[in-house]
């Protein structure tokens, strides 16, 4: 492995380069990813060589102040990457490998100056990012059994600005030894809990926009699962822990690239989440019941990821009356169930936002809005389907329905006309657009249309394509429906209509 480039390494491969490697050293500080994606297949004396060598390489990387470069030659030093090295420094001291003393002792100092450190221009942070690199200096700070009083009082007035990372590190400061008020801790911890975005069945912490995030390379798994385990440290058992951890592994499946800071946070959250909930090895039957009748009963022994699924029918129940659900377990280990109802509304069905708010309208191809519900045989109308979220989003689909009387035209033929696609700026498919969290595929049917996004970025978003009116008749317009694939719950859909072709 001695043969990478100098300036660019891998997280499994770090470790053997040249004592003299002069790259990078940013992500690779912690070791945590690679700790715990190789630790079944290394020996320990090879993960404490490993981290011995890595401890002994930090000290090129720090400047005379005290703080941290990412690379040994750069002029200046970053006061979040301070923050993270000092953390790993940290971590190993607890755990008993040998470090240079003076290494933590400048890291310090550097550290408690950032801690008192004016808000205005700490360039390359916004106000609000640099609150969160405060409140993660005075947490590894007090992690050290230095308990910056006066930095945490003045975090404490400012609160609400402070993203969700810095108030988990601040939560996690106040959960040592101190003296400050205690009322701190919870009203931190409810700050969180009150922004934090809730669903029937995940739960996440999502940032505002900042153009500054890169410089600490945060987002919102990051900062969920930051929040996850520090919650999770401080409060053991609390109620949101599964629905976080949920959203964690659902947004994380097959998810866009992640850095190794996400992996690293992960691991920990997880890690923390493991201790907490799954000490127990799982021994125990479960028992579902409808209306006090026993309908599923399932026997779990050991550590099994396959998922059981059992159907309840409606039509044994008489509509309009309540079912009475309710869950039992009886023996040791984690029970995780979730219960989804699946229907089809009939009739005339209204508009519904439930995580996602849909619009569709119709115009002709100079641009006009068609406000009535008439249409003329033979014309060409561009279909404009709006869908707005407050949330990120994972895996979405849109699924528009045609009426019988339309029919779309496929870009991709050469039969539909380029000029009318061009000019009415038609949607394409394009990978770049799902790169930057849009809807970027779509497949064409002859009754329908349905685009794609494997990531959806939080705000509105647009689809465009075209059709023509072919069939004279008076025909309905079924709901055009957009909703997560692995998380149905959360959905929306615009109201059904009817339509005139003459």
Not at 166 to 191: E, F, I, N, S
Request: hydrophobic content about 35%.
């Amino acid at each position: 492995m001695t043969d990478i480039p100098k300036k660019v390494f891998y997280m499994d491969a770090f470790f053997h380069l040249p004592d003299d490697f002069e790259g990078g050293i940013g992500d690779a500080l912690r070791l945590m990813a690679d700790y715990h994606d190789s630790v079944k297949s290394t020996k320990k004396q090879e993960m404490d060589k490993r981290i011995t060598g890595l401890l002994k390489l930090m000290p090129k990387y720090q400047a005379g102040s005290g703080g941290f470069k990412y690379y040994p030659d750069c002029c200046c030093t970053s006061a979040y990457l301070t923050c993270y090295a000092a953390e790993f420094i940290l971590d190993a001291k607890i755990k008993g490998y040998s470090f240079d003393k003076d290494m933590l002792k400048k890291a310090k100092e550097y550290l408690k100056k950032v801690a008192l450190q004016a808000v205005d221009s700490q360039y390359p942070y916004s106000k609000n990012v640099w609150l969160l690199v405060q409140s993660y200096a005075v947490y590894v700070l007090a992690k050290d059994k230095t308990l910056m009083k006066d930095a945490i009082n003045n975090l404490f007035e400012v609160r609400d600005r402070i993203p969700f990372s810095g108030l988990a590190y601040l939560v996690k400061a106040l959960d040592l030894k101190h003296d400050l008020p205690g009322y701190m801790q919870p009203v931190l911890a409810r700050t969180m809990v009150n922004k934090m975005k809730d669903e029937p069945t995940m739960t996440h912490f999502e940032n505002h926009e900042d153009d500054s995030w890169w410089c600490i390379h945060e987002n919102n798994i990051k900062t969920t699962a930051i929040v996850l385990e520090a919650f999770l440290e401080v409060y053991n058992r609390f109620p949101y822990a599964e629905k976080i951890a949920r959203w964690l592994t659902q947004t994380t499946n097959q998810k866009r690239y992640m850095s190794t800071q996400d992996h690293i946070r992960l691991f920990m959250a997880f890690e923390r989440y493991y201790r907490v909930f799954e000490s127990e090895t799982p021994d125990f039957v479960a028992e579902v019941l409808f209306n006090k009748i026993p309908k599923i009963k399932q026997t779990f022994r050991g550590r099994d990821l396959t998922t059981r699924t059992h159907a309840v029918y409606l039509k044994d129940y008489k509509p309009g009356k309540g079912i009475n659900a309710v869950f039992k377990k009886k023996g040791i280990g984690m029970l995780y169930y979730l219960l989804r109802l699946k229907y089809y509304p009939i009739g005339e069905v209204e508009a519904i936002d439930r995580g996602f708010k849909v619009s569709k309208t119709y115009k002709t191809l100079d641009g006009t809005v068609v406000t009535g519900n008439t249409f003329k045989a033979g014309e060409k109308y561009l279909v404009e389907v709006n869908v707005d979220t407050k949330m990120e989003r994972s895996f979405v689909i849109l699924d528009d329905p045609l009426p019988a009387g339309l029919k779309v035209l496929n870009p991709d033929f050469k039969t539909t006309s380029q000029f009318d696609v061009q000019e009415t700026r038609a949607s394409r498919d394009s990978e770049w657009a799902g790169y930057w969290g849009n809807f970027y595929r779509s497949e064409i049917y002859f009754d329908r249309v349905q685009v794609f996004a494997d990531y959806l970025r939080r705000g509105a978003h647009k689809w465009k394509y075209l059709v023509i009116a072919t069939n004279e008749g008076d025909f309905a317009v079924p709901n055009t429906m957009v909703l997560e694939m692995y998380n149905p719950e959360v959905f929306g859909r615009n109201a059904n209509r009817r339509v005139q072709v003459q």
